[in-house]
């Protein structure tokens, strides 16, 4: 398939695009700001039935074509033996690197650059040894609560779920607003669904570097832009894989986190937010979730909840 | 000071207060069987204004006197040097063993053992090498949102913070009810503030096993139980330390985890949260918090939120 | 091909060659107390040239086949911006399961158990949540020094390397004594090298416990004790994989763990050693290793050193 | 105590005593390339007795004052309920960040820069988030094998210990050498007693950071360049804390590191060692040591043996 916009187009868009400067030259929170208190109580009212659906895969700890680094979890003190201890009890360890294909993850702000700069002009070298000095994950620390809007790619194309490589196009989130009875609004949390993680569950793990994923081409991304969204989530990784660009290897990465700075949820599963949202006729919805407070961290594991 | 009840009494609590078996003899989610759909439903129309509140303290990767076993929070790519890598990018890595007295997490009902045995009878066997089979933190993979309510007792003592070793009576529950204008319910998840977090800020950290902490006096235990709180949270760790019971080194956490089914917040951070109530004059907010989906884990870190 | 003993002689093996109370019943060495301080001396006397040899393979940080869960090593603090440090240096962290099929390391006698004992008839129970109470590797602190001696079966055979599933016959052990001009003699370490290392770098890791591994016939479980060896090390795992037991899935960590009392390094590379011996026309040497202590550990990754 | 030397004397000591260019302008290895085969095989003639002594730390897993950041060391699989894993076996992981105060371990070349340069010239910046791409610990992955010397500064001086921050002259190691009937010879390991370890049974641990170690005084580091010391080892960190110079916290550490290229041992136990060396009147020894071989490291616990 032919690509819609060059290599040179898609660089255009980042710069067109910015929103560098747009709350500020200090700015580190970008596209949340978006998000304000009337958009929040708005949100919750949303929460009707008192429904709640987790977006989060577990915590990946086995290895697999998508997980070469699992997460490390492991028992400090087990039941069985717990006599021993000063008070009988259980306990636990984990370690993750939690950037990758495999675990629901934000990206911050500080997680990606573009010609050694990250969102608002701030400098790559601000993450140093130590983490990151600018719009690190704790500029989140209030949480990411606001409104939620899933847009249900697989259903719109009625199949069970996008394959690998396979490119959402702009014309697309207008055609499953249509067909959801949803429009995307100043500060919402829009969700793309892809079916991969159904696809996972039906075929088993694949490497996402060399088999690739389903994801936004980048003509999606004046749509987003336009609409201003807040933060953006997938069930893959928002990016096509591969991207179809040499030297652009995540366009929506880029634009998104350097250019518009808006945050990613990552590696999300959607499958059981989409069987809510077709049963109850309804796309939109409370998100509730908070990252961990990982001070100069460039993101965060997370367990997101749609409310209904 | 002399104790309320002796040992023999608060072991008699114990069997007095349990729940074993009142949601099915295979129940593993214990008292959070108390948060209906309409429960949420109703917490959520306590989001008016849209303002939220982080209850979490940062992780904890500063080695102190009540942190011998910090996290560690390591960067696995920094950016200034991430033009080496396939794509310019930063990237961490942590390691965590969230129980202990320094990170804001939820206990699982799996955490601690009373002769043997878990919330509704699970031998505590059921925690090997590999996690839990019974009780584990999964059962919450669907959020905890409920009503949260606030009772700050330094605030009804007209104190800046209760002393380590102060202990919270029963009755000081009803006092700061009344003086808060709220009444804590069925399914509500209670906070209860001690200052510590604020004399921490003050005075620096102390080693809580040695110095110890202020907490519920196990009086507070039938009360708890009579008015079925779903999640009990704390800015220390519920308990009062030292205990003052030679043989029962944490008779809240055994009464509540083991015996009633109710899961914890331990080492929240309320100071934020005691001044927006204040200012509001409003103790009761929509609750929203998630953990991370450890399957077998008996725990989880969180940043949960108050949402007003 | 057909197995030479059949299961149940396998078994008979484990009782026959025991040397359970050999040393005491106390004992949490084994094997280790045929190393004199005049074998060690003995052994001194063979490093003649002042050539050393590594045995081991580097950390292994990368994910494959046979390594699905690869050590971590991170950057603590980089050059790069060390500026920023208190005094300008570099430092890293790593994290090891060493145990597995990808780091050279020592098995201590409490890694393996049959019929629910280790070494000497102690409980497997001995080993609980804070680690082995006995036959830690810690045991072992003073150092693992003895002649080494290598057999080479593939330059025995006139192959490149063994293949996966291959069987080494006792009697083969005979002719590459005679091959090499070497007899193994009481307190020795032996080095049995089957090629591992050369196919790996050849053709690509593979997956042991899928695809197998070359190793050790039970049959040569009477020539090890006979000869009284110490350590029993290997450039795979010493047991053939698949074992061709259905109920006994590594006979030879069995037999010399449990039964024998003999520690075993697995996961070697011998490949230059071979080199060295064949150049030289010796195949003893000193060999030299020392495990971290690791008090309460189940083994230690090591570098262990030929020198002739 | 007046200073012996100012600190531009010191400064001028990195440049007199450089190694620069000495082995190539390409060298990784300094002071190692001291230690010949020849060198090896006269150490190997010192192991008479067959007696080794372990020159190591247990693996730090416990906090203290000088351990703020203790190993990790967790039991993956217990034996007690190894029974239900494919094969009844216990294994173990453990997280360690070596450098510090508290684990026994070698200093790669590349641990410690001065004006942005590590040993040779070589940029600072060649340690990135990936690890050292000059000079790591791996070149030393055919082991440090040499004659290793102990001077034991308690003996000499009839005290138990030296206290933090006792300075260790150039004349007290010629005075050492006299008492202990030794002279230090090119390619030697010099081993350096305080006594530290003793001190800290003795006396519980301290925080080397603010009450100091004794070490050596900067006029020791002409003695050890012109002795053509291969590896100074120490029970404490070679240099005296404080070092009494504003602008130089660590003379030793950079002026061996950096300038003359001679790897450190830093926190070793010398304790075993020195009481052999009284027994048997013989102060000199072979060393025979190995780090573990972490591609890209910038040092490695160790388990370092002498054998007399």
């Known amino acids: 398939m032919a690509l819609s916009l060059t290599s040179s187009e898609v660089i255009g868009l980042f710069e067109k695009l910015s929103n560098w400067g747009r709350w500020g030259k200090d700015d580190q929170r970008g596209a949340l700001n978006f998000i304000t208190d009337k958009k929040r109580a708005s949100a919750a009212r ?11 895969l577990p915590l990946a700890v086995t290895p697999a074509a998508d997980n070469p680094t699992p997460v490390t979890h492991l028992i400090v003190q087990a039941g069985i033996d717990s006599d021993r201890a000063w008070l009988p009890h259980a306990a636990d360890y984990f370690a993750i690197a939690f950037h990758g294909m495999a ?20 400098s790559a070298g601000e993450v140093g040894s130590h983490g990151a000095h600018k719009c690190a994950i704790d500029v989140a620390r209030q949480g990411l609560v606001s409104r939620g809007v899933l847009l249900d790619i697989p259903k719109l194309r009625k199949v069970e779920w996008l394959e690998p490589g396979d490119r959402i196009m702009a014309t697309e989130l207008d055609a499953a607003e249509k067909e959801h009875g949803v429009r995307v609004e100043e500060g919402d949390i829009l969700l793309i669904r892809t079916g991969r993680s159904r696809r996972r569950k039906s075929k088993d793990a694949w490497d996402p570097n060399r088999e690739g994923l389903p994801g936004l081409d980048p003509t999606c991304l004046p749509w987003i832009h336009e609409r201003r969204v807040a933060i953006l989530g997938s069930d893959a990784v928002s990016d096509v894989l591969p991207s179809g660009y040499k030297d652009i290897l995540l366009p929506i990465h880029v634009c998104t986190l350097v250019t518009m700075g808006v945050h990613l949820l990552d590696n999300a599963d959607f499958d059981a937010l989409a069987e809510t949202c077709a049963r109850l006729g309804r796309y939109e919805f409370m998100f509730a979730s908070a990252p961990l407070i990982l001070e100069r961290g460039t993101g965060s594991p997370v367990n997101p909840l749609a409310i209904f």
Do not use: R
């Open 46 to 56: 949303l929460a009707q039935t008192g429904e709640t659906v987790s977006l989060a």
């Open 103 to 122: 675990n629901t993850h934000i990206d911050a702000l500080c997680h990606v650059f573009w010609q050694g700069k990250m969102y608002n002009g701030f």
